[in-house]
């Protein structure tokens, strides 16, 4: 017999599924032009190398000031990124100064999201519990302080909210991907509103952050998509670009209610196609 539960604020309501992505129909973007076998090899074991010399490093740049170990983080996420074969290209108004208190969203396509973000504002990251699990990934998220959520779990849904506004209060950023799930760019899902609460409770600006992929389907993450498969995806794939775009930040004084504040910021990500953002400056 089944049983009718609440729908939780974190719940992935994405239509992409390893059957019906991207990835799984190439005819939706175009075929994807891939590298050799050796090429994608060198460039997996390069990744996974870089990811490791952040996690050794972590415990040492913990003690360095606060700016030096953003700026490493900064370094260290634009390494990853070229590391897996990535080239991104980034656009934005002037960086906010390390200090000032902001909530950071955007679109969620791929686990890819998270190093190309820190690579512009490195903050604390709200992950689902299952990224802790991850080989590798997740011991460097962990080390991060990413803050792991159960996404069915309203009752620890109002402690999760606290703890994000007292980093917030702090001076600190949060990193956050209110659709819930990743949505692999064929679209974009509704932004939840439970995270722009920790905003509001702590006065703190919003910042969007608008995410694109070509081809698409070589970076789209999905529902059970196995994450070896996805990082495999991602190191054969021959020229594939991120694009990240920092909007306009938002004040949380403008939107006095969660629901308002979460629309402002959807639709500010969504009503931005990439092309929109101005020049995008290639990485260095």
Request: hydrophobic share 45%; charged share 25%.
């Given at each position: 017999m089944s049983t009718t539960t609440a729908a939780s604020p974190w719940l992935p309501t994405a239509p992409c599924t390893p059957g019906h992505d991207c990835a799984a129909h190439p005819e939706t973007y175009g075929p994807v032009d891939t590298v050799g076998h050796a090429r994608a090899v060198v460039r997996l074991a390069a990744g996974v190398s870089t990811v490791l010399v952040g996690l050794l490093a972590a415990p040492a740049a913990a003690l360095l000031p606060g700016t030096v170990r953003l700026s490493l983080v900064r370094s260290w996420a634009r390494a990853v990124v070229r590391a897996f074969g990535v080239r991104a290209r980034y656009a934005s108004p002037a960086s906010p100064a390390a200090g000032v208190p902001l909530l950071v969203v955007a679109n969620h396509v791929s686990w890819l999201d998270i190093p190309l973000v820190a690579a512009v504002l490195p903050g604390r990251m709200v992950a689902k519990k299952e990224v802790r699990g991850w080989p590798v990934l997740g011991t460097a998220a962990a080390l991060g302080g990413t803050l792991f959520i159960d996404r069915d779990g309203l009752r620890a849904l109002p402690g999760t909210v606290r703890e994000m506004a007292g980093v917030l209060a702090a001076g600190g950023r949060v990193v956050v991907f209110p659709e819930g799930s990743t949505w692999c760019g064929r679209a974009v899902?509704?932004?939840?509103?439970?995270?722009?609460?920790?905003?509001?409770?702590?006065?703190?600006?919003?910042?969007?952050?608008?995410?694109?992929?070509?081809?698409?389907?070589?970076?789209?993450?999905?529902?059970?998509?196995?994450?070896?498969?996805?990082?495999?995806?991602?190191?054969?794939?021959?020229?594939?670009?991120?694009?990240?775009?920092?909007?306009?930040?938002?004040?949380?004084?403008?939107?006095?209610?969660?629901?308002?504040?979460?629309?402002a910021a959807e639709r500010a990500v969504t009503g931005l196609a990439s092309e929109d953002v101005g020049s995008y400056r290639p990485e260095p």
């Open positions: 899902g509704r932004f939840r509103r439970a995270a722009f609460q920790a905003a509001l409770d702590a006065g703190a600006d919003v910042q969007p952050v608008r995410l694109d992929f070509r081809p698409t389907g070589a970076a789209a993450y999905v529902g059970p998509d196995p994450l070896g498969t996805s990082l495999w995806r991602v190191v054969t794939a021959r020229s594939l670009t991120a694009e990240v775009g920092l909007l306009p930040r938002i004040p949380a004084a403008r939107h006095p209610e969660r629901r308002a504040l979460a629309a």
